[in-house]
């Protein structure tokens, strides 16, 4: 299996830019995470879908930010505006739910974003 | 409230060497457990899970655990480290019950002396 994919790996944009990050998750995982990774608030959940369903998007920063899975093998996670403060490593990671005595989430690589 | 807690952000052990890192967790009902290990610029990885049964776990790379409900804690260890250990591990307590929740500790770094 190929694992979780996430695209672009790095990015570097401006201050009021928008930026999409995308994930492609394991085919058959019906569970996905979005996690944001700073030094100063460590690993975040930021929003958590279930066949494609949002489920839990309380840590979603702010309006700034949106998710959307339009299917089972595709996320994006969107930033618009982009502030400086965003800057941190984006992870996506997903989960086969329909065994549940595993709980295992196989993440993908991140893609560092930085924001100037 | 369900927490876990990683009491310690660095340690360093020199190559060779024993090695345990400590979580503790707070919980009402059965705790199921997870250790990640998060090499630099990479995502994290499982390296061991306690769901039930025996108490001490064995995982990837040599790493085991022992889960303590008396202490709260699930400690990981590893008898020699090597190089290739240094990395960051996280401690993961698994909500079965509260929507398969993963409330995740803050993270130990290693740090290996050569």
């Known amino acids: 299996d190929a694992g979780v994919i996430q695209s672009p790996r790095h990015e570097v944009t401006e201050m009021g830019q928008e930026v999409t990050l995308r994930c492609k998750p394991i085919s058959g995982h019906n569970s996905l995470f979005w996690y944001r990774q700073t030094m100063m608030r460590g690993l975040e959940l930021l929003i958590y879908f279930n066949n494609n369903v949002p489920i839990d998007d309380s840590g979603m920063p702010e309006d700034r930010f949106s998710a959307k899975m339009p299917n089972a093998s595709f996320s994006t996670l969107k930033i618009q505006p982009s502030e400086p403060r965003d800057s941190a490593v984006y992870f996506c990671?997903?989960?086969?739910?329909?065994?549940?005595?595993?709980?295992?989430?196989?993440f993908g690589e991140g893609s560092r974003l930085t924001v100037l | 409230a369900q927490s876990v807690t990683q009491p310690d952000i660095h340690i360093t052990v020199s190559e060779g060497a024993s090695l345990e890192l400590r979580c503790n967790y707070s919980?009402?009902?059965?705790?199921?457990l997870f250790w990640y290990v998060q090499s630099p610029g990479q995502g994290l990885q499982l390296l061991l899970k306690?769901?039930?049964?025996d108490t001490l776990v064995q995982g990837i790379k040599g790493f085991e655990a022992e889960f303590k409900r008396s202490q709260s804690s699930f400690n990981l260890r590893k008898p020699s480290v090597h190089w290739s250990d240094a990395a960051e591990y996280f401690c993961?307590?698994?909500?079965?019950?509260?929507?398969?929740?993963?409330?995740w500790g803050a993270g130990t770094k290693l740090i290996i002396k050569p």
């Open positions: 993961a307590l698994y909500l079965m019950d509260s929507n398969y929740q993963l409330i």
């Open positions: 919980y009402g009902a059965t705790p199921y």
């Open positions: 990671a997903s989960r086969n739910d329909r065994a549940l005595y595993t709980g295992e989430l196989f």
């Open positions: 306690y769901f039930s049964g």
